[in-house]
């Protein structure tokens, strides 16, 4: 049985796209719920990246999907840009116009299969609360500081970069950002990736940044969020934290030469 048909901005879904698009490598997940449109891409299996915005009061239902990214690439950008209605039957999604001196439709399948994501994925969607005000420029020095500082390690210490980390500790609302060695974990530490960290910060250009911690449980695991506001939209970064069971990381960037 078709499910109720779910009405979209198109020009919102659009703009939403052309985010996404050029960052995807597998399926956009998309969700139209309540107020909300967010699209969301796993920029790594241990980051996700989402854009949101506000939806306009005439559009009404609620979905999710995947849009294979094949797909996206190939919609009509100039028929998508109008007011749209999106029908669901089981895994089939169809996208159409509501103008009605004009038709468009496209069908596909949405695979939830299809999309490489972490099992945490739901819960790297969703901020946590009292997220913490930063200055972009100051975290961005920082985190670069922390990189350097784990490069002169591997090189001067000869630790090995597959346990180094940077360090994120949020205590009565102070940032500490610090590159370390992975070691014991304590509960109110928690260690990320560098390289996804500098990554995040390519996604989120806004004069602020929103910074807070989610915890995972069970064990010592944790979601850092950053979170910043471009053009209308709310763009999240979401990383998985690291431990000494899960010693995977990116390559450093490499030493410059003096």
């Known amino acids: 049985m078709a499910e109720q048909p779910v009405y979209v901005d198109g020009d919102a879904l659009w703009a939403g796209l052309r985010l996404a698009i050029p960052r995807a490598n597998s399926p956009i997940f998309c969700m139209l719920r309540g107020p909300v449109l967010k699209l969301a891409i796993v920029s790594d299996l241990r980051m996700t990246v989402s854009w949101q915005t506000r939806r306009k009061i005439y559009e009404q239902g609620e979905a999710f999907f995947l849009i294979p990214l094949q797909v996206a690439r190939s ?38 299969a299809s999309l490489p994501a972490p099992p945490q994925f739901g819960e790297m969607l969703v901020p946590p609360h009292n997220m913490l005000e930063v200055d972009y420029i100051a975290l961005s020095e920082a985190v670069h500081q922390s990189v350097a500082k784990l490069i002169a390690k591997e090189a001067e210490e000869m630790v090995h970069r597959n346990k180094l ?14 590159g370390r060695e992975i070691t014991r974990e304590r509960a109110d530490q928690f260690y990320f990736d560098p390289r996804l960290i500098i990554r ?50 990116y390559p450093l960037p490499p030493r410059q030469r003096a």
């Open 165 to 178: 980390a940077i360090l994120v500790t949020l205590q009565q609302s102070q940032l500490a950002v610090d």
């Open 75 to 112: 919609l009509d950008a100039d028929a998508v840009r109008t007011a749209l209605v999106i029908r669901m039957e089981g895994n089939s999604v169809s996208l159409s116009t509501r103008d009605t001196d004009r038709a468009y439709h496209t069908q596909w399948i949405s695979d939830p």
């Open 200 to 249: 995040s910060l390519e996604f989120i250009k806004s004069r602020q940044v929103s910074l807070g911690i989610s915890r995972l449980s069970p064990g010592h695991r944790a979601i850092l969020s950053l979170m910043g506001i471009q053009d209308g939209w709310t763009v999240h970064c979401a990383l998985l934290s690291i431990g000494l069971d899960t010693q995977k990381l």
